[in-house]
């Protein structure tokens, strides 16, 4: 079992920037991918955001690409989201997902069905 657990949500303004941490707790070595989802009060919960074990394939969706950054630290076992620009449309419970066993194509990291593994979610408010 992989506990997951995001950290670094908060109140910040329009135009401003936060740092998303997510920690889980197994070598993530082992994980084949991971990513960021969203989801604002009233609305289905959107992709974000993922990466794969390697760094080898990343992807954004098209309402925070050139905004929003993925990476990760797998000698830390962590995946971070830096979001620049920051929108109030941006605000919601941002979730991280792990996928810990093996998927047939990269892509499919794009949809929250595909992942094994979440967290709690961290709250992401930005005011205008």
């Known amino acids: 079992q992989v506990q997951v657990l995001e950290s670094g949500g908060g109140v910040v303004q329009a135009g401003g920037s936060l740092r998303l941490s997510c920690a889980a707790s197994?070598?993530?070595?082992?994980?084949?991918?991971m990513g960021w989802f969203r989801q604002a009060p009233g609305k289905e919960r959107e992709f974000v955001a993922a990466?794969?074990?390697?760094?080898?394939?990343?992807y954004y969706s098209d309402s925070v690409k050139g905004r929003f950054t993925i990476s990760r630290d797998n000698a830390k076992n962590t995946v971070f989201l830096q979001m620049s620009r920051l929108k109030s449309e941006d605000t919601a419970t941002y979730y991280c997902?792990?996928?810990?066993?093996?998927?047939?194509?990269?892509?499919?990291?794009?949809?929250?069905?595909?992942?094994?593994?979440w967290g709690q979610g961290t709250q992401v408010t930005v005011s205008s």
């Open positions: 997902g792990v996928r810990a066993t093996p998927i047939s194509m990269s892509s499919l990291l794009q949809y929250d069905y595909y992942y094994n593994y």
């Open positions: 197994e070598d993530t070595l082992s994980t084949i991918g």
């Open positions: 990466i794969t074990r390697a760094s080898d394939y990343i």
